[in-house]
Each structure stands twice: as C-alpha cells, then as structure tokens.
C-alpha cells in the first residue's frame, strides 16, 4: 500500500468513532487511484429539520475532507418518508412534510451546509430518494426485509430500550433502516458517514448492498458533539447550539462559554489544527485557557466569516465582557417618556420573549439599568434618552424617548 | 334478536373454538337480513399445497353452512406472495410458484374444494390477491404496517417460540399477517374463516378494516383435526390423512383406523349429525363402538361418493377385515416365472414405494405371500400365476405370470 494512502486513512480516520472497515477503507480507496474513478460519499439529510449548528458540522467537515482528497459527496434527502410522516402520529421527529416544505427545508440545509461543503457540482451530488423508493413495489420490499432480522433490529439501542420498557415500537419502524440502507444501493456509495446515533441504519445499507452483488459501503461514525452546556448533545431544542447562520459575536460569545475541559473535544471536531498544537493549547501548563479558547473562538468564526471579522468578535467580545465596557453596536428602541414596570420594558425592548422569562431574568439578577442592578420585575421606572438595559451577559438595548 | 338469528349463531357456534365476536356475528347477521345483502365470508388458500384432506375439510364444511344460510363465501388465492416465495430460501412451506403452478393448483383446490362447497356463481367468488397487493406502494405499507406492533407480532405462539428459541425470524414475515390483513380490507369481508393456527393473522384483518373505515370482520377459528394417528394434526406429509380424492375403500378403511376415543372429535367436525345422536354413538354403553365407527365411515364416504358407494366400501372392508376374506378387486402385475427378491417382488407390485419400505415392512411382519407371513427380504420366492401378495391390512396385489 502506497505511503499516500495510508496517509489518506489516519487524516480520515482522525475524530472518528469507529470506521467500519478501516481495511475496506484503504483497499477502496486505492481502488480509487487506480480506476480514477473518486469515491462516492454518503450522507442522508433529514429535511424535517433543515437548520444547522456546530453538532452538524461535524459530519460535514468530514465530507469535505474527502471533497479534498477528490471524491464526491452525494446528499441523500429523504423526502419519500417525509412525505409520509409517521402514520401513527406519535413520533414528533416525523411529522408529514408537503412537497413544498421539503423543498424549502432542504433549499435551507444546502444554503447552511455550503459554509462548509465545496458545492461545485463535480463535488457534490443531491438527490431524492423519491426517486426510487416510490418505484419500489411489495416483491422489493419483502426481499429487502428479508436481509433483516428481528432479533438484530431489536438489538438496536433505541429499539432495545423502548421494547424492554415496553413501549410500543410500530412494524413500519422496521421498514425505515431498510429504506435507508436502500438508498445506498441505489446511489452506489462507497462510504457512508453518520453520527453513532446512525451506525445500525448505516450498517444496514452494508448488508442490502452485499445482497445487491454490489460492494459494501464503508460506514464511518462521528461523535456526537456536546452542548454549550457540557451535557447534553448539541441541539437547538436544548437551546445549547451554535448555529452556522449566528452572527460572528454571538458565535464567538458561545464558545467562550464552554468549559476549559470541552475545548479539546471542540478543537478536534470543529477545527483542523494539527494534533500536536491542539495538545499544547488544551495543556495549562503549556497555555493559559482563556488564550486558548480565544483561539478556538477565533478558529471556528474564521471558518464561517473569515479572519477579520473572527478579530473583531475577539476584540468586541474582550471589550464587553473582559473590561466591562458596553459593546459597539446596541439596539435601540423608542418609548414614550412614562413610567412603566422592569417586566414592560424588557418586553418593549425585544430583551425577553415573555414576561415570564423577564420576570425569572430580575429574580435571578440578570437584570440591570445603567448598570444597576434590579430586584423587583413589577417595579415602575421611567425611560429616559440612552437608558441602556441589559439582560444576562450579552443581551442588550438602549432606550431613546 | 329474532329466534332465527339466535339459531344461526348457535348452528354456526358449532365445533367453532373462538368467534370474535359472537355478538358481532349476531348483529352482522341481523344486517344481512334487514338489508338483504349476503355477507361475504372469507378463506384464504395457499396455492402451494391443493391437496384437500379431511382436514382440509372441517373448515369448509363451515363455509358451505354459511352457503347453504344464504352467504357468499369469497376464497382468496395467495398468488402474489406465492409468486415471490421466500426470499431467504429457508422456509419450505413459501417455495416460489410459477403463474402456471398457481393457476394449476388453484384449479386442483377448486376442483376438490367443489365436494364440499356450493359452487354456483352467486354462492362462491374466487379472488387472486395479486390483484391489488401488486398495486401497493411504500407509502401504503408503511402506514398498513404502522397499525401494528413489534411486541404485538411476537406475542403470536409461532414468532414467540421462534423469537425465545434464538431462531431467526425475518422482517419480512411480519409483512404477510399484514398482507393477509389487506385482503379482508379489499374484499370487504364480514367472517374470516381458518384453523386456530390463523386466528393471529385474522385478528389483524380486523385492525386494518377498522383503520380503513370497515367493520372489522368476525373471525370463526375451527379446530385443526388430528390425523389417523391419533397424535399429529392431520397433514400429507405426516401420512396419516384421508385426502378427498381418495377411494371409497380407502377412505373408509383410514377411518375404520382409528382409535375409539377420536370418533366424537370425528363425528362432530366431520358430518353434520345431531349432537344427541353423536352423543348416543360415542357411548360405549348405548353403542357398540365398531358399529359407531361404521357409521361414522359411511357418513363419510357419504359426503363424497354417495350412499351406495359407501355401503359396498363398508361391506368390502366388512368381508376383508372381520371375515378374514380377500377383496373383491385386487390389481393385477405380471411378472416372470424367475425367482426374485422379496423386497423386488414388492417393488414390482408396486405395494411400497422403496426399497427401504419394503425392507420395513417385512421386520414388521406386515408382508404375506399366499397367506403366509415372510421374515426376511432378502429371500427369493419365484412367482406363481395368481400368487397374492399382501403389504399391512389394505395392499394386495396378484401375480400372473
């Protein structure tokens, strides 16, 4: 085996969980070489949920790597199930989507994936899975089920969990790693990459595309990345998330929330520092955290907004926070000179989504005028020209009357 | 409820395990006469095996009831999942059928079937489920198979002993109770008819006809006959079935076989006498059992051959077996006056089927030559015109040389 190849498969085995197979890897992608045909790289997108933060790029970025090393991705979107939706109504992550909707959510992920994806169409493929699976017909699908057990679809995780706890898991639940495994056939992919959430389907599409005579995919799984909260996984239901479309300070900002004990992780999903300077970044008695994790902050803005406006978020950010001076840009709002309680003004302002949270932001001390802090939500104040209200650490507003 | 209602159901109740439900059945009834629109009664037939047996026949004999009340049974020929078998190879009983296959053994089945049921064209409809099963698409399944659960499908006796036992059970298994189901769906069915091994696949054609806006069907369970043997539910395969298309003295002669403690079982799934009578034939001390089962035999042979038919196979076996006679027809071989083997003499008589047959039944001391027991096979004997060659209690063959 050639030293570029072996090469080839420690860049890509790099942040990964598990490559199935590491051999299967080498061996297709010296077969690429040789042939000169770039391999085809999956990735299924769910168009139920088209906005994307930092917990998806990890993933991409993994695509891009092999963009870079001259293979192609192919974007699966899976409209056919969404279309369908869950018949039983009960799964809230499968609601039935229009045609239009699917388009424009998946318009949207193509927009968001393109920060990180090459998009030249010799690069990238997209395709609906439509295109067969609503060609499929009973014959097809009793021979597909037929490659799978029951007892191995139980071995799942999600589905072993919820059988146990007996709740109730629908037949056609079965039929959906199948369709999945369907489309790798379809599109003849050589890789498929996925989050560990995704390696039974993924492993699936191995086995139908064995049956198929054709060779099987090599799956390779991400980690799931973890929330600003340092708990659980990144997700915009969790309010936890980066999103790739959030400006460069707030992009900036979140990160610098992390704790010290994540940036190491982040460093190696989110960046492509090379393992040593990420060891002696996330090392404290080799660098100072803050310093580093400025960098990390500045690393991934770059990535989506370049180097000058990653410096600025840097320099806004040291500004506000690390001296406790007010940012450069703050919202203003008009209101009328005349007294009205802390909850209303931070309505009014746009600082809060309801009263509720205005109330809970005073009580827990987020809340200050002028730099004041207040105690009590129902309190009256009146608005005068440059008032400037904050909520938390980075919300604020200046009033003009 | 009118009295004829209450008297229709109670007639049906009879030699029924399970009817889900009787109150269904009552008021289903009570429909079909107030509107007089017959109710559609359903059986499916598996198109790989159209031998009938008695077996075969207990639920037919339902079915004709339904008939011959003013009903409309509907057979429902399972071509399409014949037509793709089993995928995995591994299950015997799902070979894949050719169209022509299926069409022959629809006509063998229907041909045999037409001894027990009414088969004027308002009293029968023949339907091949090809006929919208082909039609199906993804979209459909996946909500058909949404109506039912994992846990529910390997509650079923077969899947649940499969499942504990460690065998593997494909995916696409739990897709044919679901393909059954639909054909209920399709055909509008008010009563499914089957043995008790059906009774899980009929019950779902009750879910799908109620997600599809029907009213579910009433499903009728009838027990599965034991075979001559007293042990094993009556099958070709096992050897000890009486097939419809078999001899009156044959069939008369297989019922003779068995024991006394069977004939209730028999005569209650088997012919249509009262019950009190069955009751005074069964008891020992108000009817000498040989005499019970001659009656038994001849209602039998009755039902397929007329009575004159079945008293001449009731004195044959009467003049053979109590008188030690020989029959009145025996077949006849011509052989060379060369001496042979045992075991080839019964191979040319065609009274086994093997020569490992032969060989059995000579241990047993089941063969005789001219009324004398021989002991070994492998003896020769050289054969005499008019030589009477007898194999167990019922083959004989002469010889003329």
New interface residues.
Partial sequence: MSDNVVQAVQALKRGTVEVYTETDLAQRLVDAAKTGRPMRIKLGLDPTSPDIHLGHTVVLRKMRQFQDLGHKAVLIIGD??A??G???GQNATRPMLSPEQIERNARTYFNQAGHILNTSPDKLEVRYNSEW??K????D???????????R??ERDT?ELR?KA?D????????YP??QGYDSVMIRSDVELGGTDQTFNNLVGRDLQRMHDQPPQIVITMPILVGLDGKEKMSKSKGNYVGVTDAPNDMFGKIMSISDEMMANYYTLLTDLPAEQIATLTDPSRSHPKEAKVTLGKTVVTQFYGPELAEMAAAEFDKVFAQGQLPDEIAEFSLPGEPISIKQLLTACKLVDSGGEAKRMVTQGGVSIDGQKVTDPNATTTPTDGMVVQVGRRRFARIRV
Same sequence: chains 1, 2.
């Fill in positions: 056919y199930t279309r369908v869950d018949p039983t699976l609503a499929i017909n009973l014959a699908l009793i021979k597909l089920a037929s490659s799978m057990t029951v007892a679809m139980l589905f059988y007996g109730p898991i629908g037949i056609h639940e079965f039929l199948l369709m």
